[in-house]
């Protein structure tokens, strides 16, 4: 099947806003293709991981970044804010994996290096990620297929 994205009208354009908004939002670019990467990792999301490295890498994100990433609480390579952003994309990705989904710990880290306009940035890419990573798998898309 194609991707569902791209079978329903509209449905392309209205992710693509969200998109634009989440760029919008202050956050860095290289910190939200972190973002987006992590989470596609956790879910296991062959395009997205693909798509998302290549994106982070043309954000500027160094090999070493790229190639710790899912590693990142043990690597020396990544910024406090970074760390607080891939801490809130993995609670936020992993919903059901604790009764506290994403604990105050995570969240006021979060907070302290964010502020509301970053926080929701932060959020729509997580949020968008996870949409297209349930997209994508179910349907087995392929990485590198999108060109």
């Known amino acids: 099947m194609a991707n569902p994205a791209t079978v329903l009208p509209g449905a392309v354009e209205a992710v693509q806003g969200l998109y634009k908004a989440a760029y919008q ?3 860095p670019q290289s910190t939200l293709e972190l973002v987006h990467l992590r989470a596609s ?3 296991g999301c062959s395009p997205c991981v693909d798509s998302g490295a290549k994106g982070a890498r043309r954000a500027g994100v160094s090999d070493e970044k790229l190639f710790t990433v899912a590693a990142w609480r043990e690597a020396p390579y990544f910024t406090d804010e970074e760390r607080a952003a891939l801490a809130l994309a993995e609670a936020a990705t992993r919903l059901s994996d604790r009764p506290d989904a994403v604990s105050d710990e995570v969240w006021e880290d979060a907070a302290a290096h964010y ?3 970053e926080l929701a940035a932060i959020l729509l890419m997580i949020g968008i990620t996870n949409l297209f990573n349930r997209l994508n ?3 087995r898309q392929t990485a590198g297929a999108w060109g």
């Open 115 to 117: 502020d509301e306009r």
């Open 137 to 139: 798998a179910p349907t």
């Open 41 to 43: 990792q956790i879910n």
């Open 25 to 27: 939002g202050g956050v």
